[in-house]
């Protein structure tokens, strides 16, 4: 219910990213749909929190951890902030940040598990079959690809089973069926609601795992050590972590239920099956809306790192600025299709919208004003019919970009804001002021240039939520200073005698050919760049060298190859062999500490490279006349160090 003193809050959430290195263009657009949305809301009068974060756990992150020999925190932190950072230089203005790991929300995850328990929800149960690892997702039989391939990502699955808890999410078909003909707008756009129903819900559910014991990245089953939650449940529920589940009940209250979660389409099912199912079962309210968006292709295939075919956000920021990204992502794309990157049109798009349409409108209504009329806007004469029309345009675009923006069609709300933009460049030549200033009389120019001033404070206030920058940027060069309000778009005339600051140019116009090569050389280095950083990071972290030495400190050293007569345990020291060594000319008492990684009978007849000038020491009691060299790898393995053929026993090292 609406309190008329309350402001109306509005939820938004992006999907919980898993740890990612090195986010492509197709990662930051539920980022930069999100932050735009927020931002609309706001100049709307909302109170607009907007929730992202990470998705932390699970098996993957915990081999790829090991792979580079670090804890899944330390290997998971470094790619957060990096996360964290990318959103920064992308001015994404989100409320709150999730991690999946922090303690806040694991205590929340062991509370929602708890209750889903004690209502019935979950029971224990056995789990089989195909198991993916890379997708963290079990497959049946009948799913699997080219024998017992990932029908996902094709790669290989391994035949499992394993003790699990299940959700009992086959009992809530019916009720997700109904729902979704209660509330005809909670999956959009519609055709993703068909194809839950079609290819989910038509044929019945099955009950689903919700715990792994195969691994233990992962919150704990609060009532048993064996299991943790798998990362579904975890996942989904940072949305109620975000707006204080369990530690802020009056921003929760005041928050859920969220009125969006902007989700790519491969993960529509989570938020439509499996996230409302866990919220009926928790007896708590229902999002308003999921938005399944489409996936930014790469001429026409998948964006992957492996294929090498990304395209990555910060090129395009460093060569032609945030707002032509955001542009771009939000314009060029139906938020509900995939769309395909090709940097020609990409560079078109900058041209023919940013440069020749809203660059140029800026440019020229600021210089005529200036060149006509000493940079400030006159005061109109009668208007005419064309100039009744431009003003109608103008303060009704606004209810085109509501329209558009309630159903989430970022490119439409572009394209109505774009049509104001295009109508304006056209009075312009209709009006011909040039010609206009030649005359006697000022009346008819001061007109046009009003209409113009007008037509361009409003568009900058209905560009605002999509290009932040851009439009402060006119806003201040139309002299204006402080918020944009978006009431201001409805309303006409509010400009008479301002004084305007003509303040360079918004967006220059590129020669595309040339533009697509340095372009496309950019993100090239770019992505050659990360793949060497990343083979680098792959390598092992060994110790530093030692500081450089001269050959006398070598020729001090006395080494020589020495066969192993004898290996006996030291008697007073676990970790020590005894070993009488045949030196050629005498047979020496070595002790070494290698039993961890050598049997005794292994030992004897081996050669070994011996120190033989070493000062004898004494260890617990025996006096060792000599070292052993040995080779150690960051894994703790251990060999001790053999000439490559046999030699006579005394042989000098050189
Ligand atoms: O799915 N174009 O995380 P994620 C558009 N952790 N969107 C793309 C894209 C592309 N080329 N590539 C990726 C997960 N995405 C889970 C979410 S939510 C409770 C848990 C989108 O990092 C993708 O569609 O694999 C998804 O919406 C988002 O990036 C995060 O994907």
């Known amino acids: 219910m609406d309190h008329p003193e309350e402001k109306k809050t509005y939820y938004i959430t992006t999907p919980i990213y898993y740890p990612s290195d090195n986010l492509h263009i197709g990662h930051t657009y539920s980022t930069v749909a999100a932050d735009a949305l927020k931002r609309y809301k ?114 290989e699955t391994q035949l499992q089973k394993e003790e699990s808890y299940f959700f009992r999410l086959s009992e809530y078909r019916d009720r997700l069926l109904q729902y979704y003909k209660d509330h005809p707008e909670f999956i959009e756009p519609k055709s993703r609601e068909a194809e839950m129903v079609n290819s989910f819900l038509k044929d019945g559910l099955d009950d689903l795992s919700v715990t792994r014991s195969s691994f233990d990245w992962g919150v704990k089953v609060p009532f048993d050590e064996n299991h943790v939650v798998y990362v579904w449940i975890d996942a989904l529920s940072c949305y109620l972590t975000g707006i204080g589940y369990g530690t802020d009940e009056e921003k929760f209250n005041k928050f859920w239920p969220a009125d969006v979660h902007l989700v790519g389409k491969e993960i529509v099912r989570f938020h439509t099956i499996i996230w409302p199912a866990i919220l009926m079962a928790l007896e708590l309210p229902l999002p308003e809306k999921v938005f399944g968006h489409g996936w930014i292709l790469f001429d026409n295939d998948k964006m992957s790192k492996s294929k090498g075919n990304v395209v990555y956000p910060e090129p395009i920021i460093e060569l032609y600025g945030l707002d032509a990204l955001k542009y771009f992502l939000l314009r060029e794309f139906s938020f509900g299709n995939d769309g395909s990157f090709n940097a020609e049109s990409f560079i078109k798009r900058l041209n023919a919208d940013l440069a020749n349409d809203l660059g140029n409108l800026v440019s020229r209504t600021l210089s005529m004003i200036e060149k006509y009329n000493d940079g400030v806007v006159p005061t109109p004469g009668p208007s005419t019919e064309l100039d009744g029309e431009l003003e109608e345009l103008a303060k009704s675009t606004w209810q085109e970009v509501d329209r558009a923006m309630d159903h989430l069609q970022f490119s439409s709300a572009l394209q109505a804001i774009w049509k104001l933009v295009g109508r304006s460049n056209k009075y312009v030549d209709e009006n011909e002021p040039w010609v206009l200033a030649k005359g006697e009389d000022a009346t008819r120019l001061n007109t046009v240039l009003y209409h113009l001033a007008e037509s361009l404070r409003i568009i900058s206030v209905l560009i605002s939520p999509f290009l932040p920058d851009t439009a402060v940027k006119i806003h201040r060069q139309l002299g204006l200073e402080g918020e944009l309000v978006y009431d201001d778009a409805k309303v006409w005339g509010l400009l008479d005698g301002q004084r305007v600051h003509k303040d360079g140019i918004i967006f220059p116009r590129m020669d595309v050919a040339k533009e697509v090569e340095i372009f496309q050389e950019k993100n090239a280095a770019l992505i050659e760049q990360r793949k060497k950083e990343k083979e680098q990071s792959a390598r092992p972290q060994l110790p530093p060298y030692k500081d450089e030495v001269t050959i006398d400190v070598l020729d001090q050293l006395d080494l020589r190859v020495g066969t192993v007569l004898k290996a006996e345990d030291h008697p007073n020291a676990d970790k020590l062999y005894v070993l009488t060594v045949d030196m050629g000319s005498e047979e020496r008492t070595i002790l070494s500490g290698i039993k961890e990684w050598y049997e005794a009978e292994e030992l004897v007849g081996r050669q070994v490279v011996v120190v033989t000038n070493l000062k004898p020491r004494k260890m617990r009691g025996i006096l060792s006349e000599g070292m052993l060299l040995a080779a150690e790898d960051l894994n703790g393995a251990l060999s001790l160090l053999s000439p490559g053929e046999r030699l006579d026993s005394g042989a000098t090292i050189s």
């Open 42 to 155: 706001t100049l709307q009068g909302y109170e607009a929190y907007f929730v992202t974060g990470t998705d932390e756990h699970g098996q993957k992150l915990q081999q790829k951890a090991q792979e580079v020999g670090l804890e899944p925190i330390e290997y998971i932190d470094r790619i957060v902030a990096d996360t964290k950072k990318l959103w920064e230089s992308l001015h994404i203005n989100y409320d709150a940040f999730v991690r999946s790991t922090d303690p806040r929300h694991e205590k929340n995850v062991q509370e929602l598990f708890q209750k889903l328990y004690d209502k019935g929800a979950i029971y224990k149960g056995e789990y089989e079959g195909y198991y993916c690892t890379q997708c963290e997702a079990f497959w049946s039989e009948s799913q699997l690809l080219d024998g017992n391939r990932c029908p996902d990502c094709g790669r």
